[in-house]
């Protein structure tokens, strides 16, 4: 029922910038976190940025003053403003999100359920 839709990928020269945006839509109560992940070939998958519900961000070393992610909670959407880039940034960027929902089990409860998005490629290339 939940689900991620990234965008903006998109091919780029070394020092220019692109915004990439991730939308979560369907039965979503609350979104604890959202973050960004990235796997370039050959390469394991790799935390960029994440947010917290409260605004709370995290970095990955290699990205921290060029990249900058935020969210608006009113439309369940991440972005991450990608600023500077190298081609070392080139790979397959991934959205995540911590999304509460609720079920039925005799009662009516809450879980928090991890979901992806299906993946933007960002290609930094002069």
């Known amino acids: 029922q939940v689900q991620l839709v990234e965008s903006g990928g998109a091919l780029v020269q070394p020092g220019g910038s692109l915004r990439l945006s991730c939308a979560a839509s369907?039965?979503?109560?609350?979104?604890?976190?959202m973050g960004w992940y990235r796997q370039a070939p050959g390469k394991e998958r790799e935390l960029v940025a994440r947010i917290t519900s409260s605004d709370n961000t995290n970095y990955a070393d290699s990205v921290k003053g060029r990249f900058t992610i935020s969210r608006d909670n009113a439309k369940n959407t991440v972005y991450l403003q990608m600023n500077s880039l190298k081609p070392e940034d080139t790979a397959l960027y991934y959205c995540?999100?911590?999304?509460?929902?609720?079920?039925?089990?005799?009662?009516?409860?809450?879980?928090?359920?991890?979901?992806w998005g299906q993946g933007t490629q960002v290609t930094v290339s002069s």
């Open positions: 995540n999100a911590d999304v509460v929902v609720r079920f039925y089990g005799g009662s009516y409860y809450y879980r928090t359920e991890a979901h």
């Open positions: 369907g039965s979503i109560v609350s979104i604890n976190a």
